[in-house]
C-alpha cells in the first residue's frame, strides 16, 4: 500500500513571526524585571537541540517579590473590582491571544517540539476559548452554585507542566482571575517562552501590575512558590509523584490545593464499534502532541472478536501518520519535548519488550538530530507489564483484548489512576453502561481528547483532585 | 473475684430499687455487618463525663481497621448502584429506628457529655432529624451538583457526580452522637461507603448507633464503626492505600499529620474547620462534596 502514497512536499510554517529575545526575565508587579538568583536556563527547540532562549531562574527572593506582589494586587485592587470589569481584562487578553495566534503557535511548536497543526488549530484556539468563557464568569459568579456570596481566596500559586505550556497557562489563570484571585505561575523548566509573551499580553491589555506574575525556573522555584507561607492556593498540573509531594507540603495548612496529574487512559473498543472511526480516536488518543498528554488513551482494550480485523487497520493508519519537522504543516507527530523524557520513554518501551510484549512501529525515518521516537503499539500486553500500568507520557500504545463488557471494565479501571477514558460502540445502552462503571474523571464515547472550557476536567484516584473549566472549576478558586 | 460495687447506670438501676442484677452490654465493633470484638482481644474502660465506669469498649486494632476497610470495599460497589431514592429509604429507616431508641441514646448522651436530659433530648432529636436531612438529598445532589455543558461542538456533554469510595471518618469526640451522625451520614447518602472511628472519650453512643443502622436495611460493611484510641487507629487509615478519602472532623491535633499520610495516596481530605464546627448548622452540600468525584461524559451528536 504505502508505495502507492506519494510523498509530501515541504510545507513549513515561516518561523519569521517570532522575534525571541536573547534572554528573558520574571514578570513581577507588572515589569519584567531581573531575576535575583542570578541562574538561567537555556530553552532549547527539541526538533534541532538549537537553543532557543536564555531564560532567568527564579530564586527564593523572585518568588518573595512575586508572592507580595500578588498579595498587594489582590488586596488593592483585584479582589474589590466590580466582576464585570475583571471579566472586561479577560476579554481583552482572549482577543489579544487570537491576534497574536499566529505567532503564538510558531513559538510554541519551536518551544515544545508539537506539531504546528495541532498549536494552530487546537492550543491557541482552546486557550483563547478559556479567557472568553471565564471572562463571562467574572460577573455572574453568584449564580454559579457554590452559594450567593462567593468570595476569591486569595494569592494563587500555579505550577504548569511541559506539554500544552499556553494551554495549561490558559487553564489556571484564566478562572483565577475570573473569580478575583491574583496569580504567580511557574511555567515548564523546558517551555517557559509563551508563558514569556503572554507576560507582555498582561502588559498589553493594561492588566494592573501584580495581578499576573510568572516566575521561570525548573522544580526549586516550583517548590519555593507552593510552600510559600504567602500563598493561599496551590494549583498543580503535572507527573503523580509531584503532586504527592505537593499534596504532603501543604498538608496542615491553610492553603487549597487541586491537583491535575497522570493518567493511564484506556480505549475500549467493542465489537460493534464503527471500526475506521474507533481507529481515528485511538490513533488520535496517544499519538496526538507525541503521547505527552496525560488524558492519553494509552491503553487499547480491543474486544477479541474483532481484534484481528482491527489491528492490522489500525497499523494502517499508524502507517500513514507523517513524523517530522514539527514546523511543517503536514506533520502529525513531531519532536518528544526533552532528551530526559525520551530516555523515560525508552527505559519504559525497552521493559515492554523485556517483559515479552512485542513491539511494533511503522518505518519512518527518524531526523537526525532532536529527540525522537516513533509511534509504537505493543500487542501480547498483559496486566502485569509495566507499559499496561505505569505513564509512559510517549507515543507509545498497549494494546491488550477482553471478552466480556464486564471484563473490559474491570480491565480498564484496574490501575491506580483514574483520569481518563474511552468507549467505542454504536449501542447507547452499552455506552451508558461502560460509561457508568469506568472510575475516571472524563469518558469520552465514539470520540477522544476532546476539550473545551465550558467542560470540567479532572482525575479520580491518584490522577488528582479538583475540577478545571465549566461551572465546576471555579469552585477551586472560590471560598 | 468478689463482684464490683455496681457503677454508673447500673448502679442507677440498682439504686432505684431494681432486685435484680443489670445485665451489661459488651461493646463491640461494628464491621461488616456483624459486631465482632476487637481482634486484638484488647478493650478499655469507658466513663461518664462526670467519672463513672460506664462500661467497657472494645479497642480496635490496625487489623481490625484494615477489616473494616475491606468490608466497607466490598460494599461500595453494590451501595453506590443502589438508586438514590433506595439509599434516601434507608437513611430515613435509620431516622425511624433511632427515634425508637430515643430514651436510650438520650441517657447514653447524659452519661457521655454531662448536659441535663432536656438538652441531651434535643440533641438526639437532632441527630435523627439530620438522617431525614441526608435522606432527602440522597435523590437530589445529582441534579444540584451536575448538569449538561454547552461545548462548542456537536456533542451531548454531561457531568455527574458519582462518590468517591470509601471513606474513612474520623467522628468529632466533643459530639459522640450528633456529631457522628453529621459526619457519617452525609458520606453514605451518596452511595460512599464509611469506616468510621468513633469519639474516644465517648464512644457508647456510637456503639448503640451500630445497633440501629444493624437494623435498619442498611447492607452490612456500608458503615463500620471502631472504637478504641485515635491515635492508634488513624494514621493506618490515612494510609491504606484502598481508602479513598478522608474526614478529619474530630482528628484535632492528629489532623495535619493525617492529611500528610494521606497525601502518599493522594486521599481527598476534608480538614477540620480551625473555627470548630456549629454541628447545628444547616449543613447543606458542606459534607457532600468534599466526597463525590465529577464525571463527565462526551458523545457525539449527529445522524
Redesign the interface.
Known amino acids: 500500500m504505502s508505495d502507492e502514497i506519494f510523498e509530501y512536499a515541504p510545507a513549513p510554517e515561516s518561523r519569521s513571526v517570532v522575534s525571541l529575545r536573547p534572554s528573558y526575565q520574571p514578570y513581577i508587579g507588572g515589569e519584567l524585571v531581573p531575576a535575583t538568583s542570578g541562574e538561567s536556563l537555556t530553552s532549547v527547540n527539541p526538533a534541532d537541540e538549537e537553543p532557543l532562549a536564555e531564560v532567568a531562574v527564579s530564586g527564593e527572593e523572585d518568588v518573595d517579590r512575586a508572592v507580595a506582589a500578588a498579595r498587594r494586587a489582590f488586596d488593592t485592587t483585584w479582589s474589590a473590582m466590580p466582576g464585570a470589569e475583571r471579566g472586561k481584562y479577560l476579554f481583552r487578553i482572549a482577543r489579544i491571544l487570537q491576534e497574536r495566534a499566529r505567532e503564538l503557535a510558531v513559538l510554541e511548536t519551536l518551544d515544545n517540539g508539537k506539531p504546528i497543526r495541532e498549536t494552530r488549530d487546537l492550543d491557541l484556539p482552546l486557550a483563547a476559548?478559556h479567557f472568553f468563557y471565564h471572562a463571562g464568569w467574572a460577573d455572574k459568579l453568584p449564580h454559579a452554585?457554590l452559594g450567593p456570596d462567593p468570595r476569591p481566596i486569595g494569592v494563587a500559586a500555579q505550577v504548569i507542566p511541559w506539554n500544552f505550556p499556553l494551554l495549561m497557562l490558559a487553564w489556571k489563570v484564566a478562572p483565577a482571575l475570573a473569580t478575583g484571585n491574583t496569580v504567580v505561575l511557574k511555567p515548564a523548566e523546558t517551555t517557559p517562552l509563551t508563558a514569556m509573551v503572554f507576560a507582555e499580553i498582561c502588559q498589553e491589555a493594561e492588566l494592573p501590575p501584580g495581578v499576573v506574575n510568572i516566575v521561570p525556573g525548573a522544580g526549586p522555584t516550583g517548590h519555593t512558590l507552593v510552600s510559600h507561607a504567602g500563598v493561599d492556593k496551590v494549583a498543580f498540573t503535572g507527573s503523580?509523584e509531584v503532586?504527592?509531594?505537593i499534596?504532603?507540603t501543604v498538608?496542615?495548612t491553610?492553603k487549597r490545593l487541586t491537583?491535575e496529574?497522570g493518567g493511564k487512559g484506556a480505549n475500549i473498543v467493542y465489537d460493534d464499534a464503527a471500526i475506521d472511526q474507533a481507529v481515528e480516536g485511538v490513533v488520535a488518543g496517544v499519538f496526538r502532541n507525541q503521547g505527552h498528554v496525560c488524558c492519553a488513551g494509552s491503553r487499547l482494550l480491543v474486544q477479541e472478536s474483532v481484534a484481528e480485523e482491527f489491528l492490522p487497520r489500525l497499523r494502517e493508519r499508524i502507517e500513514r501518520l507523517r513524523l517530522g519537522d514539527p514546523l511543517d504543516k503536514n506533520t502529525d507527530v513531531g519532536a518528544i519535548n526533552s532528551a530526559a523524557q525520551l530516555g523515560r520513554i525508552r527505559d519504559l518501551a525497552a521493559t515492554g519488550t523485556a517483559e515479552g510484549a512485542e513491539a511494533w512501529s511503522p518505518a519512518c525515518e527518524l531526523p537526525e538530530r532532536g529527540h525522537w521516537f516513533p509511534p509504537t503499539v505493543f500487542t501480547g500486553v498483559s496486566q502485569a507489564h509495566r507499559i499496561a500500568r505505569e505513564e509512559i507520557f510517549g507515543p507509545v500504545l498497549s494494546v491488550l483484548t477482553f471478552r466480556t463488557p464486564d471484563e473490559a471494565v474491570a480491565k480498564a479501571n484496574n490501575t491506580p489512576y483514574?483520569l481518563s477514558a474511552g468507549v467505542w460502540t454504536e449501542k447507547g445502552a452499552r455506552?451508558l453502561w461502560t460509561?457508568e462503571r469506568?472510575r475516571?474523571?472524563?469518558?469520552?464515547?465514539?470520540?477522544f481528547n476532546?476539550l473545551?472550557p465550558?467542560?470540567?476536567?479532572?482525575g479520580?484516584?491518584?490522577s488528582?483532585?479538583g475540577?478545571e473549566g465549566?461551572?465546576?472549576g471555579l469552585?477551586a478558586y472560590l471560598g | 473475684m468478689a463482684e464490683a460495687e455496681p457503677r454508673g447506670r447500673a448502679k442507677e438501676a440498682r439504686d432505684a430499687g431494681a432486685a435484680r442484677l443489670a445485665v451489661r452490654r459488651t461493646a463491640k465493633l461494628y464491621v461488616g455487618g456483624a459486631f465482632p470484638r476487637s481482634e486484638s482481644g484488647r478493650s478499655y474502660p469507658v466513663t461518664s463525663a462526670k467519672g463513672q465506669h460506664l462500661a467497657n469498649a472494645a479497642a480496635a486494632s490496625r487489623k481490625d481497621a484494615r477489616d473494616a476497610v475491606v468490608a466497607a470495599r466490598a460494599a461500595f460497589g453494590g451501595w453506590s448502584g443502589r438508586t438514590g431514592y433506595n439509599r434516601g429509604q434507608i437513611l430515613y429507616r435509620i431516622a425511624e429506628m433511632m427515634e425508637g431508641r430515643h430514651a436510650q441514646f438520650v441517657a447514653e448522651v447524659v452519661d457521655a457529655d454531662g448536659v441535663a436530659r432536656n438538652k441531651a433530648a434535643a440533641l438526639v432529636s437532632a441527630a435523627i432529624d439530620r438522617w431525614v436531612y441526608y435522606a432527602g438529598w440522597a435523590d437530589k445532589f445529582s441534579q444540584?451538583?451536575g448538569?449538561s455543558?454547552?461545548?462548542?461542538?456537536p456533542?451531548l456533554?454531561l457531568?455527574s457526580p458519582e462518590p468517591?469510595g470509601v471513606v474513612a471518618v474520623i467522628a468529632p469526640p466533643q459530639a459522640p452522637l450528633f456529631g457522628l451522625v453529621s459526619v457519617v451520614a452525609p458520606v453514605i447518602a451518596t452511595g460512599n461507603t464509611a469506616v468510621v472511628v468513633a469519639s474516644e472519650r465517648a464512644p457508647l453512643p456510637a456503639v448503640t448507633l451500630a445497633e440501629v443502622l444493624a437494623t435498619s436495611d442498611l447492607p452490612g460493611g456500608v458503615a463500620n464503626i471502631l472504637t478504641g484510641r485515635l491515635s492508634e487507629i488513624a494514621p493506618h487509615l490515612a494510609t491504606h492505600a484502598d481508602v479513598?478519602a478522608l474526614d478529619l472532623a474530630g482528628a484535632g491535633d492528629l489532623?495535619?499529620?493525617l492529611?500528610?499520610d494521606?497525601?502518599?495516596?493522594?486521599k481527598?481530605?476534608l480538614r477540620p474547620d480551625?473555627a470548630g464546627t456549629d454541628w447545628t448548622a444547616d449543613p447543606g452540600l458542606t459534607r457532600i462534596?468534599p466526597f463525590l468525584?465529577?464525571?463527565?461524559?462526551?458523545?457525539?451528536v449527529g445522524v
Do not use: C
Request: charged share 15%.
Open positions: 476559548a452554585g503523580t503532586g504527592r509531594q499534596a504532603a498538608a496542615g491553610h491537583l496529574l483514574g455506552m460509561a469506568l475516571a474523571g472524563v469518558v469520552w464515547s465514539n470520540t476532546k473545551d465550558a467542560s470540567p476536567f479532572g479520580y484516584k491518584e488528582g483532585y475540577r465549566g461551572r465546576h469552585e | 444540584v451538583i448538569g455543558n454547552a461545548v462548542s461542538g456533542y456533554n457531568s468517591t479513598n489532623a495535619a499529620g492529611e500528610k494521606a497525601a502518599a495516596t493522594l481527598r481530605v480551625p462534596t468525584e465529577l464525571k463527565t461524559v462526551w458523545h457525539p
